[in-house]
């Protein structure tokens, strides 16, 4: 029935667009400047030789053009604008969406690989259908792709082609192996998909390992290009005085004087490894978002099965990312302050500072959905009730860290509240605003969303190893230590000068990645043939916990998009910074409300175009058309499990 | 009759009711556009009183001195010295340096004298992304000469560098 108002939609729409065009050009032609009658008939008596004076007003103004082209030098143009949005507005929205599904196109392939690696190992045929159910969605996404990295190629070049010239006199050596490899990408990735069951196991898996290593190193090419233009050059200790200078890969004339300096630069390998991790995470909930659009649609209790399992594993997939996202990103900052004080000054404390305010916002909102995914997962186990006791107490932890973690440094406030305030500052809540909590909290964050993990693995389930009530203590007692911690390094950063509150934030990070190492290092053998106190209902969650994870898949892309805008944004007046500036009338950095609508508007056209893969990628589970045959009611999975 | 809304427009509400609350935080945050800062003109008849007006301008503008680095005032945690007072202090801080001398080396070669307790940190203001010309750093020379000593830098004086 879907199908058939589908058809019928596309019908009415192709019919009203061909009416419209023949109206408009109707309308046109008729508007078209004509000679009264009268005058036609006048001009054949006077013969050929004389013009009326339009014609000859006509005739004239199209030789004064042509001369002024003739006498007019070759100029190779600097920029070029856009009507109404802009060169750097059209460059920012393609560059974005073509990020967006190349980080889709790249993680995908990671997680269907694992899934099928584990489906190999323990000889379950259900996680390689799962494999392949995410696979499905690697087709279209890499046609889009593909067509948004063209269009933003032309968009370079057109709009900005002495600086897209200035990028291919540096990089033009890696062009044609980023091409190569891009077609074997698609080679890896059409045969991955469409030998799937063609092949032995062994030999598809490599199929998946190779799509892998290829689209990695893809990525590191591309990633070469952009960090450029931010770092465009490396530190080393060249003078042997135990401090790093800075070796710029570039003459000040912006002449190339080492590729290697300039593909390897310093933040390089930061923005891979942080790269990988986010692309991890938004790919698993974008899957998961299909999941969950699936499960919605599901009209049998087997179908909910499969895609409450799909949407779980995604959503794993993108916690499990998720949780390590921060420190790479501290990472990636520390190395941009390392790199040059005044862009990390820059984005900390200057242009950007209330940007990470926002950033709070949607991390913690992530975080929140989360965990309340998670929570409502409980409700699949039959036993599930001893847990959620617990649950008000990390609802309360999260809540608290949120709130911290979104406080600014400087209170937005009226005249009258600042005079109250004696200052921009809140006396107390600026505490909150500094440095110390915002990495207490996210560290805390972390915590707690492992903590809901532990309790939604242990739920329905019953150890029965030999010293399980040793190694649960052990596990408190490890916890417990993290989290003291990093509170207490939290509450000293009080007392210190900012050098060495910044270096607190080592400490934190290494406890709590400790915690987490160690506390799944024992709760592997501790729950290992766990004794199942009942069933695992797939299936059987609320619907509301499909909107959680479409609600995460659209945070994760929304923050995508926000960072990309820091990120971009740092270089301020500089395509390369402090090589080549950028001299054209957007030569300035927006305010983060004119970029939040960017993004906003970028976000919205992603979820349209990846509205159009759940959908063309529903139908490969839908029935062949026969005519005469009633129509089908959603789409029937062949083979759909419970698990 | 219970009314139910249909799922497509719940996702279409979801995704539109999401967006529009995460742009709406981002009207309510101050806005503010960053301009690359105006060009700063020098000419050969500039006294030294000239110099300090011009090098207090660079100093919060494009030579993004006082953009989150250094204070002028300020006590507690700091990220790097509070510079009220330098004019007067500045020969007093390396043996063998005059206080033009430690001023244009601090601009030159940031690197050459750490103030104890602060980190390496700063970059050289003649190179990019600064990229102050001789001229506007005897004028950042001035400005400062001006935070507790007496001013005396002129454009001919040589700096050594």
């Known amino acids: 029935m879907t199908r058939n108002r589908i058809l019928f939609g596309i019908g009415v729409l192709a019919f009203v667009s061909v009416i419209v065009t023949v109206r408009l050009g109707g309308f046109l032609v008729d508007n078209e400047y004509r000679q009264p009658d009268r005058q036609?008939?006048?001009?054949?008596?006077?013969?050929?030789?004389?013009?009326?004076?339009?014609?000859?007003?006509?005739?004239?103004?199209?030789?004064?053009?042509?001369?002024?082209?003739?006498?007019?030098?070759?100029?190779?143009?600097?920029?070029?604008?856009?009507?109404?949005?802009?060169?750097?507005?059209?460059?920012?929205?393609?560059?974005?969406?073509?990020?967006?599904?190349?980080?889709?196109?790249?993680?995908?392939?990671?997680?269907?690989?694992?899934?099928?690696?584990?489906?190999?190992?323990?000889?379950?045929?259900?996680?390689?259908?799962?494999?392949?159910?995410?696979?499905?969605?690697?087709?279209?996404?890499?046609?889009?792709?593909?067509?948004?990295?063209?269009?933003?190629?032309?968009?370079?070049?057109?709009?900005?082609?002495?600086?897209?010239?200035?990028?291919?006199?540096?990089?033009?050596?890696?062009?044609?192996?980023?091409?190569?490899?891009?077609?074997?990408?698609?080679?890896?990735?059409?045969?991955?998909?469409?030998?799937?069951?063609?092949?032995?196991?062994?030999?598809?898996?490599?199929?998946?390992?190779?799509?892998?290593?290829?689209?990695?190193?893809?990525?590191?090419?591309?990633?070469?290009?952009?960090?450029?233009?931010?770092?465009?050059?490396?530190?080393?200790?060249?003078?042997?005085?135990?401090?790093?200078?800075?070796?710029?890969?570039?003459?000040?004339?912006?002449?190339?004087?080492?590729?290697?300096?300039?593909?390897?630069?310093?933040?390089?390998?930061?923005?891979?490894?942080?790269?990988?991790?986010?692309?991890?995470?938004?790919?698993?909930?974008?899957?998961?978002?299909?999941?969950?659009?699936?499960?919605?649609?599901?009209?049998?209790?087997?179908?909910?099965?499969?895609?409450?399992?799909?949407?779980?594993?995604?959503?794993?997939?993108?916690?499990?990312?998720?949780?390590?996202?921060?420190?790479?990103?501290?990472?990636?900052?520390?190395?941009?302050?390392?790199?040059?004080?005044?862009?990390?000054?820059?984005?900390?404390?200057?242009?950007?500072?209330?940007?990470?305010?926002?950033?709070?916002?949607?991390?913690?909102?992530?975080?929140?959905?989360?965990?309340?995914?998670?929570?409502?997962?409980?409700?699949?186990?039959?036993?599930?009730?001893?847990?959620?006791?617990?649950?008000?107490?990390?609802?309360?932890?999260?809540?608290?860290?949120?709130?911290?973690?979104?406080?600014?440094?400087?209170?937005?406030?009226?005249?009258?509240?600042?005079?109250?305030?004696?200052?921009?500052?809140?006396?107390?809540?600026?505490?909150?605003?500094?440095?110390?909590?915002?990495?207490?909290?996210?560290?805390?964050?972390?915590?707690?969303?492992?903590?809901?993990?532990?309790?939604?693995?242990?739920?329905?389930r019953q150890s029965i190893h030999p010293y399980r009530q040793l190694l649960t203590r052990a596990q408190a007692i490890v916890f417990s230590s993290a989290a003291a911690l990093v509170i207490f390094y939290g509450v000293y950063g009080y007392f210190v000068d900012s050098a060495t509150r910044i270096r607190f934030a080592i400490p934190q990070v290494y406890s709590v990645l400790a915690a987490l190492v160690v506390i799944t290092v024992i709760d592997l053998p501790l729950y290992r043939n766990a004794a199942q106190s009942g069933e695992t209902k797939w299936g059987r969650i609320p619907a509301v916990s499909q909107y959680a994870l479409i609600f995460i898949a659209l945070s994760f892309t929304w923050l995508m998009g926000l960072m990309g805008y820091v990120r971009s944004g740092l270089r301020q007046e500089w395509h390369v910074y402090g090589v080549i500036l950028d001299t054209s009338p957007d030569a300035y950095t927006p305010s983060l409300g004119f970029a939040t609508q960017v993004v906003s508007v970028t976000v919205l056209v992603f979820f349209g175009l990846i509205g159009v893969v759940f959908w063309l990628s529903s139908l490969s589970g839908k029935k062949d058309y026969a005519p005469g045959a009633a129509p089908e009611d959603g789409g029937r999975l062949e083979g759909g499990q419970a698990a | 009759m219970k009314f139910s809304v249909p799922m497509p427009l719940r996702l279409v509400l979801l995704v539109l009711g999401t967006t529009a609350f995460y742009m709406y935080l981002g009207q309510i945050v101050p806005q503010k556009e960053s301009h690359p800062p105006p060009p700063v003109l020098i000419n050969a008849e500039m006294t030294t009183e000239d110099l300090v007006a011009v090098g207090a301008e660079l100093a919060s503008g494009k030579g993004q001195c006082l953009v989150g680095c250094h204070t002028v005032g300020q006590s507690g945690p700091l990220r790097y010295p509070d510079l009220d007072g330098i004019g007067g202090r500045a020969a007093t801080q390396v043996d063998g340096l005059s206080e033009l001398e430690y001023l244009a080396q601090s601009l030159y070669e940031p690197a050459a004298f750490i103030v104890p307790g602060f980190a390496d940190g700063m970059q050289a203001i003649n190179q990019p992304p600064i990229n102050l010309s001789d001229d506007e750093i005897k004028a950042v020379i001035a400005w400062l000469q001006s935070l507790g000593g007496t001013p005396n830098v002129t454009l001919d004086t040589d700096l050594g560098y």
């Open chain 1, 40 to 460: 036609v008939a006048a001009q054949e008596e006077l013969g050929e030789a004389e013009l009326v004076p339009r014609q000859q007003g006509i005739a004239d103004e199209q030789a004064a053009d042509e001369a002024e082209a003739r006498a007019r030098p070759y100029e190779e143009a600097e920029y070029r604008t856009v009507p109404f949005v802009g060169s750097r507005v059209t460059v920012w929205v393609l560059a974005q969406l073509h990020l967006l599904f190349a980080a889709f196109v790249l993680a995908v392939p990671l997680f269907a690989f694992i899934i099928e690696f584990v489906g190999y190992v323990k000889k379950e045929e259900r996680y390689n259908k799962l494999a392949y159910e995410f696979t499905k969605l690697l087709s279209v996404s890499f046609s889009m792709t593909a067509t948004f990295g063209a269009f933003l190629t032309f968009a370079l070049i057109i709009l900005y082609p002495k600086f897209t010239n200035y990028l291919m006199h540096i990089f033009s050596p890696t062009f044609l192996p980023y091409v190569l490899l891009f077609f074997l990408e698609a080679l890896f990735l059409y045969s991955y998909y469409y030998g799937w069951g063609k092949f032995g196991p062994k030999m598809h898996l490599f199929l998946g390992f190779m799509l892998n290593v290829v689209g990695t190193a893809i990525m590191f090419i591309a990633n070469a290009w952009l960090t450029f233009m931010m770092s465009p050059g490396k530190r080393d200790d060249i003078d042997g005085d135990g401090v790093p200078d800075f070796v710029s890969a570039v003459s000040e004339s912006g002449a190339l004087l080492s590729l290697r300096d300039a593909f390897f630069n310093f933040t390089w390998m930061p923005i891979n490894i942080h790269r990988i991790i986010a692309n991890v995470a938004f790919g698993g909930s974008i899957a998961a978002a299909y999941a969950a659009f699936r499960y919605l649609q599901a009209k049998t209790d087997e179908e909910r099965a499969h895609f409450d399992w799909m949407g779980y594993v995604g959503n794993f997939v993108a916690i499990i990312a998720f949780l390590p996202l921060p420190f790479a990103g501290y990472y990636l900052a520390a190395e941009i302050y390392a790199f040059s004080q005044t862009l990390g000054i820059q984005m900390m404390g200057g242009t950007f500072s209330w940007l990470f305010v926002l950033q709070a916002a949607l991390i913690g909102n992530l975080f929140l959905g989360a965990n309340y995914y998670l929570w409502l997962g409980m409700g699949r186990m039959e036993g599930g009730v001893h847990f959620q006791k617990f649950i008000k107490w990390l609802l309360i932890a999260i809540a608290l860290c949120f709130a911290v973690w979104a406080t600014p440094r400087y209170a937005i406030s009226s005249v009258s509240e600042i005079a109250a305030m004696g200052g921009s500052s809140h006396p107390q809540l600026s505490y909150l605003g500094q440095m110390s909590a915002k990495n207490t909290a996210v560290n805390i964050l972390i915590l707690s969303t492992y903590m809901s993990f532990l309790l939604y693995r242990r739920t329905g």
